[in-house]
């Protein structure tokens, strides 16, 4: 069974730094992985979405990388700002057309300070 | 606008009395589920339905029944709301069964008291 670890579980940096957060997953089948950002009240909104066979995606501010063979995932936000105060969460769907939903990891609270 | 709505928002209730959560999406998605969240579970899929007519059973499905009659819509129904279901529901939607580009609802807060 497929299992999604984020890490860390809560980070608090100065506004303007830039940050890595970490996602692994233990089943290398996927199909594909996203970047969720959730915040307090309200849905998930989709940040990014690799493909299995990408090895990065770039919007913006943010980067994410897939490493599949190792099960590993980074969400890279530059120079932060106090509006990405949010919590991140990774998501992985599995391969196979299968229709299981996507496995989510518990996600990274983030907070920004001014 | 592209988006997926849930209602309601909020919903108080007591054990036992029956209940619905709607959700409806406007963008034609084949592929619909649920998922429940809950402080240090985080989310887990309670239905999925792949078109009309298909549905079936997530990771946590005990207490929960859906119907997919319509391809917009995608009801949550809760026969008989126990407090264990007290949690943070999401409906999601995606363009296929692959879940490439999924959107969730804005959530309903469930509490069974």
């Known amino acids: 069974k497929q299992e999604v670890t984020q890490i860390p579980a809560a980070l608090s940096v100065p506004e303007g730094e830039n940050l890595v957060l970490n996602c692994s997953f233990t089943?290398?089948?996927?199909?594909?992985l996203q970047w969720f950002r959730q915040d307090p009240g309200k849905g998930l909104t989709s940040l990014l979405l690799?493909?299995?066979?990408?090895r990065e995606q770039t919007s913006g501010r943010l980067n994410a990388s897939l490493d599949k063979s190792s099960g590993r995932s980074t969400l890279y936000i530059a120079a932060s700002q106090p509006g990405d105060s949010a919590t991140y969460l990774c998501?992985?769907?599995?391969?196979?057309?299968?229709?299981?939903?996507?496995?989510f990891g518990k996600g990274t609270h983030l907070i920004i300070q001014p | 606008e592209a988006q997926v709505t849930q209602n309601p928002r909020y919903l108080i209730t007591v054990t036992g009395k029956k209940l619905t959560v709607t959700c409806s999406q406007n963008?034609?998605?084949?592929?619909m589920s649920w998922y429940r969240q809950d402080p240090g579970l985080g989310l887990r899929q309670i239905y999925y339905?792949?078109?009309?007519?298909?549905?079936d059973k997530g990771d946590v499905p005990e207490g929960y029944k859906v119907s997919r009659k319509e391809k917009r819509n995608f009801p949550l129904i809760l026969e008989s709301p126990s407090p264990n279901q007290t949690s943070l529901y999401f409906c999601?939607?995606?363009?296929?069964?692959?879940?490439?580009?999924?959107?969730f609802g804005p959530g309903t807060r469930l509490t069974v008291t």
């Open positions: 999601a939607s995606s363009l296929d069964v692959r879940q490439t580009g999924q959107y």
């Open positions: 089943d290398s089948a996927i199909y594909n």
């Open positions: 690799i493909q299995s066979s990408q």
């Open positions: 998501a992985v769907a599995p391969r196979g057309g299968g229709a299981d939903g996507l496995t």
């Open positions: 963008m034609n998605h084949e592929y």
């Open positions: 339905s792949m078109n009309v007519e298909v549905t």
